[in-house]
């Protein structure tokens, strides 16, 4: 069971931890830490930047008492997490170039936490990774550092982040959680102080393993599905039928599985099929549906620019040198969050035939965006050009449907609309 002397430290304020230590420090102490100082200094203003957590709800439970009962204490000093005794990790998990899992952020944090903990102290991962991660790669790390030895001296726990970045209805504490731990005992424990704050409730799974291959399955099966419907609207093109028109239609059936075709970015869906993938790899064994879904999915971007530059040909235009719009460049809509976001696919694509790119965001960072893919974003309406000879919708922020988009095209200008965000008579083509 948990104890209200239990004090809690939860390493990586981000999207899912943020969220996760606020809540928790409505009944413990908390401990929030990062390695980024300007995201620690702008939590301590009472700011979040990811707007994951209301500004509001952030300043109600910060404090600067690290003797506290309860609040939030956000530092990058380790010498403050020595006041914790359950330890929870929720950095995030890449992966490279080759598309290979890259554990550094877990292997830096599980190295924080080992410098900090003491003999009966619990981490607890709710990174994503492959089943077998946590306790082949990240647990050897705690041991390690801390010099203590797992399930004797320290224990260890698993609970996959159930984090939907801009979701404002399901939150962290609407979405029911899956906790284990290393031994029956610790596992009961965690699920009892997830359970204090996950009012949807949760499920307590046999086995770490369990709990890991649970979650990197989640998103695979989206991926899995998002990679049908978007072959589909590649082959519906081809019939000249509207994909979207046809979704509605099989839509009607009681047990049709509503995905929507687009671009597969983010954090969770375009990246942790890799992980399960390397894992059966490893294992011996070629994960043939998994792969071919990754690879349909990460097609899409240069198929959309693609086909917007034959839409431009038959409309008469001259392709090198034109000018083109990008409408989003979040990997989803209403939501600030640029990590692996496909549509970079798409300005690349274009670019390679000589077309001249504006993208247009009004939820980005034009310091993120510059520092991530090296281009000047444009936040403000009032800075687009005019006479674009292609406009590509490619988020579907709730500020593009006041756009009055002829008004920006050319006379020939072609429309795509990857999101089938507007009506299908206002755009030349829809996804």
Not at 132 to 150: F, N, Q, R
Not at 158 to 171: A, F, L, Q, V
Not at 201 to 206: D, R, V
Request: a negative charge.
């Amino acid at each position: 069971m948990t104890h209200s002397e239990d004090k809690i430290a939860i390493i990586g304020l981000g999207y899912v931890g943020l969220p996760l230590a606020v809540e928790f420090a409505k009944q413990f102490f908390v401990v929030g830490f990062d390695i980024n100082k300007q995201r620690i200094s702008e939590l301590n203003s009472g700011v979040d930047k990811t707007l994951e957590v209301d500004n509001d709800n952030l300043k109600s439970v910060l404090t600067s008492d690290l003797n506290s009962e309860k609040g939030l204490f956000i530092t990058d000093d380790i010498e403050a997490l020595k006041k914790a005794n359950v330890y929870i990790i929720t950095v995030p998990t890449p992966t490279d170039a080759l598309n290979k899992p890259v554990f550094t952020p877990l292997i830096k944090a599980s190295e924080i936490v080992g410098k900090a903990m003491s003999n009966g102290d619990i981490v607890v991962y709710e990174s994503t990774v492959y089943p077998g991660a946590t306790e082949d790669i990240c647990i050897p790390v705690v041991e390690k550092t801390s010099g203590l030895t797992y399930n004797i001296d320290f224990y260890a726990g698993y609970s996959p982040e159930r984090i939907n970045p801009g979701d404002k209805k399901h939150t962290v504490t609407k979405i029911l959680k899956v906790t284990s731990g290393s031994t029956p005992e610790v596992a009961e424990k965690v699920d009892q102080l997830y359970k204090k704050v996950i009012t949807a409730g949760t499920h307590l799974a046999p086995s770490i393993k369990v709990a890991e291959a649970a979650k990197v399955i989640e998103n695979s099966q989206r991926d899995i599905n998002i990679a049908f419907v978007n072959e589909l609207s590649k082959i519906f093109r081809l019939l000249d039928i509207d994909t979207k028109a046809v979704l509605e239609a099989a839509g009607t059936k009681w047990n049709f599985l509503k995905f929507t075709p687009g671009l597969v970015g983010g954090h969770c869906i375009g990246v942790d099929p890799y992980y399960l993938a390397q894992k059966a790899i490893e294992s011996g064994y070629n994960p043939e549906i998994i792969l071919a879904g990754r690879k349909m999915n990460d097609s899409m971007g240069s198929y959309v620019a693609t086909e917007t530059v034959k839409m431009m040909i038959n409309k008469g235009a001259t392709i090198k040198g034109s000018k083109a719009l990008v409408l989003g460049i979040t990997f989803k809509e209403n939501c600030p969050d640029i990590r692996n976001s496909r549509v970079i696919d798409i300005i690349e694509e274009l670019e390679s035939y000589q077309v001249n790119v504006d993208v247009y965001d009004p939820w980005a960072s034009k310091e993120e965006v510059k520092h991530e893919y090296g281009f000047d974003l444009i936040t403000e309406f009032s800075d687009l050009a005019s006479d674009y000879d292609a406009i590509i919708l490619a988020v579907s922020h709730k500020e593009f449907l006041k756009l009055e988009l002829n008004k920006l095209k050319s006379q020939s200008g072609v429309i795509f609309d990857v999101k089938s965000l507007l009506p299908s008579d206002s755009v030349d083509a829809r996804l």
